[in-house]
């Protein structure tokens, strides 16, 4: 007669599935609805991922956030102001072709 493991030893506590959950080091998507589903919007999370970040740089927008970490800035209306006329009359002055 072959002996059964107890219940109790072969289910893990509440508590350590929730901890499993919250993992930041967990790279698989837990086993419910949304696990089902991370194979499918984690790809589509980095697509628009990557199209914000293009968006970001050309709007502008990354190279204004060089600028103020290069000159030890904090972001502010007038800054912005500040960064878009001196990028504009650095684009005017540059020579066009045709």
Not at 5 to 23: F, V
Request: hydrophobic residues 35%; proline residues 7%.
């Amino acid at each position: 007669m072959r002996s059964q493991p107890l219940p109790h030893a072969t289910l893990r506590s509440s508590q350590a599935q929730s901890r499993d959950l919250l993992s930041p080091n967990k790279t698989e998507a837990p086993n419910s609805v949304s696990g089902l589903l991370y194979p499918v919007f984690s790809p589509l999370k980095r697509f628009f991922q990557l199209l914000l970040a293009l968006l970001r740089e050309i709007g502008d927008e990354n190279a204004y956030h060089r600028h103020l970490a290069a000159h030890g800035l904090v972001h502010s209306g007038p800054e912005w102001r500040r960064f878009c006329d001196e990028r504009w009359l650095a684009a005017s002055k540059r020579a066009k072709c045709c």
